[in-house]
């Protein structure tokens, strides 16, 4: 069972990996592309969300200032895309440590109102300064430049993008799995206990927020670089409302799970769009509710729990023989009434 | 014993007009084991929560040594050197009991902001972990979710994250709360054992615990000192004995 559990890991980590690199096989190039810098969004909201228990409703900040930032540096200077898109990065982590710092203190429902409120300032401001951000128009015109490579073809683009997603995928993993996010999971559990082992957990959670924005940085610089152009809808609150919906579709604080909620909204909004459909958001919606009242831990989240009760490490079995691997499960509160 | 090593001066909180730590005065003697009575909603949980920074005094001043805490936050007064046990388990219901003790012992160290390495370079903790895990005999448990540890076992793993501090000043609140018979005569034998070296405070409410441990006992009641003394002493005290302890014989 041990075994099992350890050949599981690789064994994932390859399926995940082929699926990358076959995703514009799969499905049509741009919308490739859209899936993976969305799914790259979704880890780093999880990063807050379900690793360090804070939900933040304001990441369009980050991900659409990065938009802005790595389209501008793309415009105006020419240099490599990746040098844009991690300046993109560098300006989301920098925009995030004001708003962090002011934000973190706050909990719960408190701390996503701040950080929409935030968010919605930044909104304002890319709106307002048309001479820079082309206001309602969107930043145009925004080049692929690789070493004079020709990057006009999506499937090509999608794979120079990709190393992008995953070294930032790389990111979040290795973040989660460090000493530091062992102390941003204790944070998230039990924050007084945390302050009484001496941990200065506001702290914690601002350098957690300040990556977390960085990352989501990282995605929106890269997506507006692969579709030419930044919107302002990147900045608006329905992108901070749609990366949240992707985690929870998927499951909080399981990584995974983010990918595949970001792979279905983007899927089913193209599907909808090609088909000429107008309400989209209420095709999202139901199917948002419907799954979150069927699967209450998301899709992975679920099938991850099914996996975990059918190979006898369910919730009626505690501790029982291959505990001490460090991945507890997370089924504490499988058995809370609805 | 030497002079206080931590002491509180004229400390109160009030709680929308309610006083619920009114004017207290403490000193507590280097090395001793002090231990805080009173009938529920006397104040003593508020006492610690004001102790450890958790609560920020209305008025009062409290002293490490030399060095002020008034007004610190939590995580400071920890890492000068006052640590607490919580009244209600509080751990983190995932992590192992040697996780639990890694994470404490990491906490002086900085290690804890790399999130760019490995967690397993929280191993180099793993011995002094596994250490301070057998001393509060949870040897044999280190690797069970503490949210599947059993009662006693959990109040021991608060005792190992408080002692994993290596703290100046011991605060336990209620360290027997819940506890049978067999695991107060053990958690007393453990206190007994650690308090070398260092100063103990704790609230209680099993008088035969108060009785084995403290030196010193300090009676509260509706958030004011009612009395001071050793336990010998206090145990007669009329103005005690109507308060809170009732028939002096009970515990006999």
Redesign the interface.
Known sequence: MILSRLAARPLLLVAGLFLALALPWMVYPPVALDIACWALFAAALDLLLGFTGLLSFGHAAFWGGAAYVAGLIAVHSGLPFPVAVLGGAAFAAVLALPIGYLSVRLHGIYFAMVTLAFAQMVYFVVNQWRDLTGGENGLQGVPRELFGLDLSDSFLFYYAGLPLVLAGFVAVWRIVRSPFGRVLASIRDNPARAQALGYPVDRYRLLAFVLSAALSGLAGGLFAIGHGFASLESVYWTTSGQVVMMVVLGGIGTLWGGVIGAALVVELNDYLVTAGFDGIGIVTGTIFVIIVLVFRRGIWGTARDLLQARSGRGPGKPGSGDAPNGAPSRSEDVGSPV | MEGPVLRAQGLAKEFRGFRAVDGVDLDIAEGSVHALVGPNGAGKTTLFNLL?G?LKPSAGRILLGERDLTGR???QV??LGV??S?QIT???????PR?HVE??L???TG?????????R??DRFGDRAAELLDQVGLAAHA???A??LAYGHKRALELA?ALA?DPRVLLLDEPTAGMGVEDIDRTVELVRKVRAGRTVVMVEHNMSVVSSLADRVTVLQSGRVLVEGPYAEIRHDPRVISAYLGDPHAED
């Open positions: 450890t958790f936050r939590p995580e920890a890492r640590a607490r919580f509080s751990l983190f219901p995932q992590m192992t996780e994470l404490a990491a906490g002086a290690l804890t902001w790399r999130f760019w390495r490995s967690h370079l929280l690797e069970i979710p949210g599947n994250l501090l």
